[in-house]
């Protein structure tokens, strides 16, 4: 199935198909890992070379697909699922559980187990909203692709420096001009002639342009008129045309061969527009990827603070239970102290509550504000319940591999090797600024007189009047400083971009290097972990079980292991979302993370 998710200036395609995609608990993991032989060079500058390995190195682990009777885990634990779900239990297993094991608890007798069923789906319930929306993590990307406004800002970028390149070019483009004026002329004079008294009107109309050599020629065809006034004609026995008309026809051309000469240097402003709109396009590619890392992490601290809430409900159902019965027994053998120790940690309890509970909607409310759209919005009072559970295979990943591919796929990489390759042009057009002008200049001119404008024009055509002007400019500034100064200037910041190339190139292995290591140390904390929670689960069983009578020092004993037991489940939950967003922190740091959720992005068309 192909998803087209399409911007007014920008695509982006969301494919779902074989490849490898992050869906949950249900999800074919399949890890490749390789290392090719490449050879990758920066642009411009010989002096840095990045070499890969000279043998493909790959290693490959893949899992099946986890349903509820398979068991899921590394090494020689297994973690049965269904325990799993009992330890970090969202909101949606509890109000779906809550009938049934409520009336198993009033069919036993035990009245108990019921109130405090009842106090957990109540204390639950308190994160529900009147309307419920089911939502994966699938959806929330494509949602976020189609509608998150950073993306919308950073998707007109590439269009907008496209337009910058098509100006860029359009300074070789030809371009039309005319000129019309009229001169009135009446000014004394010291020949016989009181005053010269005539009505000039010159117009031009031709085409010039630049060619990729730095060259301009221009071709204009020009018409004068003068008249001039019958008393300055007699005085001087004027026997000529009156008016008369002049044509001529100029084709010019101007050829730097120093400063403005060659075809590099003329098209180099085009070379950095378009080497500007690869920038751009990288940088939106980065703006979708960090877009759609935060999405992933949202949707999973979801994941996370709703189990929570679970988790603490149960922790405050207990606790309510024991105050109630150390309640019962004030008059017998529990002291006020003793009582109202337990009641502070009872109140503080109901507080941490609260804080859970609104870790809740602050979640939900950060994963809207990222999609931006569809039927959920900040203004809906709608509970989101995710569907997707945390990642629980190990992704085997070779560092050296990992490193290899990021340096290959990083697009701050790119964006700095094109900047690399920009500072060297600017370079180049520094030096051609420091060299003087030196321009060959060649003119033709054909002219016609007439009685008017046609037989003016007869004349020219006939091309019996030619002249031609040949000739060469020359200047250079006394000490050219200014232009010293700029080719200074463009060679330290060429030095810069090299220097932050390296940085770059520091950088993308310091995140991978993080990514891997966070990766796998997020997993090795899983199954601890989860052992811990069944230790303590086991821990407050028995003591429930051994308990001869409940005593303060008993019910103290037992109020402390089911809060150990709280903290163990906030843990395991804790691990398994950590180790799901370190997956996605690890194809960002690769540069994949697009490709890992099979998401393409065009290039924009030159």
């Given at each position: 199935m192909?998803?087209?998710?399409g911007?007014r ?5 969301l ?8 869906a ?8 490749a890992?390789f290392?090719?032989a ?5 642009a411009v ?5 990045f070499?890969g390995?000279?043998?493909v ?10 349903d509820?009777a398979s ?8 973690i049965p699922?269904?325990?799993?779900r009992w330890?970090v ?9 809550y009938?049934?094991h409520?009336q198993q608890a009033l ?9 405090r069923r ?5 204390r ?5 909203r009147?309307q419920q929306r089911h939502l994966?993590?699938?959806e929330a990307?494509r ?6 406004f ?9 269009a907008?420096d ?8 359009a ?12 001169n ?7 020949l016989?002639?009181?005053s ?5 009107l010159t ?10 050599t730095?060259m301009?020629?221009s071709?204009s ?11 300055a ?10 008016p008369?008309?002049?044509s ?6 101007r050829?730097p061969?120093?400063r403005?000469f060659?075809?590099?240097?003329n ?5 950095l ?12 590619e ?14 999973w601290?979801?994941?996370q603070a ?8 149960r922790?405050?159902?207990?606790f309510?239970?024991?105050y109630?019965y150390l ?5 017998f053998?529990i002291?006020?102290v003793q009582?109202?120790?337990?009641r ?10 609260v804080a859970?509970?609104a870790?809740?909607?602050n979640a939900e409310?950060?994963?809207i504000?990222?999609?931006n759209g569809g039927k959920?919005d900040?203004?809906a ?7 997707d559970?945390p990642?629980?295979h190990?992704?085997v990943?070779?560092?050296?591999g990992?490193?290899?591919?990021a340096?290959?796929?990083r697009?701050?990489i790119k ?15 520094a030096k051609?600024?420091e060299?003087?002008?030196f ?5 033709t ?5 007439g009685?008017?404008?046609d037989r ?8 019996n ?12 500034p ?5 232009a010293?100064?700029?080719s ?5 910041q ?5 220097a932050a190339?390296?940085?770059?190139f ?5 995140d991978?290097?993080?990514a891997?290591?966070?990766?796998n140390?997020?997993?090795?904390v ?7 929670a069944?230790?303590?689960e ?9 308990a001869?009578?409940?005593d ?10 089911r809060q150990?037991?709280a903290?163990?489940r906030?843990?395991m ?7 799901t ?12 993370l697009l490709?890992?959720?099979?998401i ?5 068309k030159?």
């Amino acid at each position: 199935m192909e998803v087209a998710i399409g911007f007014r200036q920008y695509m982006i395609h969301l494919r779902r198909g074989n490849s490898i995609v992050l869906a949950g608990i249900q999800a074919l993991v399949a890890c490749a890992i390789f290392a090719a032989a490449t050879s990758t060079q920066a642009a411009v500058n010989p002096g840095i070379s990045f070499d890969g390995a000279a043998d493909v190195v790959g290693l490959v682990d893949s899992a099946l697909a986890l349903d509820e009777a398979s068991p899921i885990g590394g090494g020689e634990i297994t973690i049965p699922f269904d325990r799993i779900r009992w330890h970090v239990a969202d909101p949606e297993d509890e109000f779906n559980s809550y009938e049934k094991h409520y009336q198993q608890a009033l069919a036993g007798n035990d009245k108990a187990e019921a109130a405090r069923r009842t106090r957990i789906h109540d204390r639950v319930g308190e994160i529900r909203r009147p309307q419920q929306r089911h939502l994966s993590l699938q959806e929330a990307i494509r949602t976020t692709l189609d509608h998150n406004f950073a993306i919308q800002v950073a998707s007109y970028e590439p269009a907008v420096d496209t337009t910058r390149v098509v100006e860029a070019e359009a300074a070789f483009d030809a371009t039309f001009f005319t000129n019309v004026t009229k001169n009135i002329i009446d000014r004394p004079t010291g020949l016989q002639i009181a005053s010269i008294d005539s009505d000039l009107l010159t117009s031009s109309y031709g085409i010039r342009k630049i060619l990729p050599t730095g060259m301009s020629v221009s071709g204009s065809y020009e018409l004068d008129r003068t008249k001039t006034s019958p008393e300055a004609l007699r005085t001087l026995n004027f026997t000529g045309y009156n008016p008369q008309y002049f044509s001529r026809f100029v084709f010019d051309m101007r050829q730097p061969f120093l400063r403005g000469f060659g075809i590099d240097f003329n098209r180099s402003i085009i070379m950095l527009a378009k080497n500007n709109q690869k920038v751009s396009q990288h940088a939106f590619e980065r703006q979708v990827r960090d877009t759609l890392r935060q999405v992933e992490e949202a949707y999973w601290r979801l994941v996370q603070a709703r189990r929570d809430i679970v988790i603490t409900a149960r922790l405050l159902a207990d606790f309510e239970a024991i105050y109630e019965y150390l309640l019962a027994r004030q008059q017998f053998d529990i002291t006020p102290v003793q009582l109202d120790a337990t009641r502070a940690n009872l109140e503080q309890s109901k507080a941490d509550f609260v804080a859970r509970r609104a870790a809740v909607f602050n979640a939900e409310d950060r994963l809207i504000a990222l999609m931006n759209g569809g039927k959920l919005d900040l203004g809906a009072n709608t509970e989101i319940i995710p569907d997707d559970f945390p990642e629980l295979h190990r992704l085997v990943v070779d560092r050296l591999g990992e490193v290899q591919v990021a340096l290959e796929n990083r697009p701050e990489i790119k964006e700095q090797k094109i900047r690399v390759a920009s500072a060297k042009i600017v370079v180049d057009r520094a030096k051609n600024g420091e060299l003087p002008q030196f321009d060959l200049i060649f003119r033709t001119t054909s002219d016609g007189l007439g009685s008017n404008a046609d037989r003016s024009f007869d004349e020219l055509s006939r091309g019996n009047f030619l002249e031609y002007i040949v000739g060469v400019e020359f200047s250079a500034p006394i000490g050219n400083r200014a232009a010293r100064a700029v080719s200074h200037r463009s060679r330290l910041q060429y030095s810069q971009a090299i220097a932050a190339l390296k940085q770059t190139f520091e950088e993308v292995i310091l995140d991978v290097n993080v990514a891997t290591r966070t990766l796998n140390t997020d997993y090795d904390v899983i199954s601890p972990a989860y052992e811990a929670a069944e230790a303590r689960e086991r821990e407050v069983n028995s003591i429930v079980a051994r308990a001869e009578r409940k005593d303060i020092n008993t019910l103290t004993t037992e109020l402390n292991s089911r809060q150990s037991l709280a903290g163990a489940r906030r843990a395991m939950i804790g691990a398994m979302v950590e180790y799901t967003i370190a997956i996605a922190d690890l194809e960002r740091a690769k540069g994949t993370l697009l490709q890992f959720n099979n998401i393409i992005i065009p290039p924009e068309k030159e």
